[in-house]
Nanobody
Framework: QGQLVESGGGLVQTGGSLRLSCAAS????????MGWFRQAPGKEREIVAA???????TYGDSVKGRFTISRDNGKSTVYLQMNSLKSEDAAVYYC?????????????????WGQGTQVTVSS
C-alpha cells in the first residue's frame, strides 16, 4: 500500500525557517505531481505548493517568495522549505500525491495523503 510520511514540523519563532520532508513508499511517487497543503483550526485545507516530476511549480498566494517546494525523484521525497514564517503560517501541513502529472491546486485531484505535521509559529 502506498504511504506518505511527513516530518520536520515543530515550533519556530516568527521570521524563522523550517524544512518539511515527505517520504513516499509503495510505488506511489512515480511521475505524479506532489503537493503540500495546510489546514489551520476552523479553516479549510488550502494549497501551499505543488511540483511536477520535471520541476514545474505553483504556490499559494500567501506563501509566494517565502516557501520553496522541491523533490528528489531518486529518493521519492518532496520537501517544503519555509522561510520568513508568520503567525498565519501555523497549521497542520499535509503532503499529498496528485492523481495526474500536471500541476493542480484542487484537493479533489490528490488521492494519497500523509498524516500531517504540525507547524507552530510563536511571536
Amino acid at each position: 500500500q502506498g504511504q506518505l510520511v511527513e516530518s520536520g514540523g515543530g515550533l519556530v519563532q516568527t521570521g524563522g525557517s523550517l524544512r518539511l520532508s515527505c517520504a513516499a513508499s509503495g510505488g506511489i511517487f512515480s511521475t505524479n505531481v506532489m503537493g503540500w497543503f495546510r489546514q489551520a483550526p476552523g479553516k479549510e485545507r488550502e494549497i501551499v505548493a505543488a511540483i511536477t516530476w520535471s520541476g514545474g511549480r505553483t504556490y499559494g498566494d500567501s506563501v509566494k517568495g517565502r516557501f520553496t517546494i522541491s523533490r528528489d525523484n531518486g529518493k521519492s521525497t518532496v520537501y517544503l522549505q519555509m522561510n520568513s514564517l508568520k503567525s498565519e503560517d501555523a497549521a497542520v501541513y499535509y503532503c499529498a500525491r496528485g492523481k495526474y502529472t500536471r500541476l493542480s491546486s484542487e484537493r479533489r485531484l490528490y488521492d494519497y495523503w500523509g498524516q500531517g505535521t504540525q507547524v507552530t509559529v510563536s511571536s
